[in-house]
């Protein structure tokens, strides 16, 4: 295989870049919201947080992308493929980025913050001293692995006419005739940028606080 082919996969896989750290950027402030109203306790934020929850995790990503695609049309709002796919892929880590987030908070000793209580930090100081380091000491193994998950599962942006990395390896070995070497360099591309995230990701682990060195 020519660098020629190789270098054409390495240019459709910023697209794979950009798409996945963007929908995972948004997906992770949606999903500190959603935590909130699932751990606020009241039923008129539980209900719709738990409903969005079990929708973008209970149907396929494929789907969702296909819906989203088609409905923003149908109802006046004409965006790229390419947002119409950060979309879709945000709002599906966004549900399971959201459950990582309450588990952390939910693990978070009651004893500690009863403590902090009593020697009189406001609910802010709570939050931003205690309950923020622990929770996403506890859950930041399970973000970097959602992170390497969706980059994976960004290959499915094709379908809404997207060329990143899998689709252009495919439109090559189908021109190519060369199917063995162009997948296994694709493959290999894949590796490469899982391997710099999980890298990335444990050096940040290790930075938290309160975390092992």
Known sequence: MSFKLFELLLQASIYTVAI?????????????????????GRRLFVWPAQLFISFFRGVPLLVQLLLIYNLLPAIGINVPSIVAAIIGMSLSTAAYQAENLRGGFASVPRGLIECAEMVGLTPAQIFRRIKAPIAMRLTFPALVNEAI??????????????????????????????????????????LIINWIVALAGGAIERSLPGAPR
Request: proline fraction near 2%.
């Open 20 to 40: 996945s750290v963007a929908s995972i950027l948004i997906g992770f402030l949606l999903a500190l919201v959603i935590s909130a109203m699932m751990l606020s």
């Open 149 to 190: 998950l969706l980059l994976k599962a960004s290959s499915l942006v094709s379908v809404v006419g997207i060329i990143e990395l899998t689709r252009m390896a495919q439109d090559l070995s189908a021109s190519t005739f060369l199917p063995l070497q162009i997948f296994a360099s694709a493959g290999l591309i894949y």
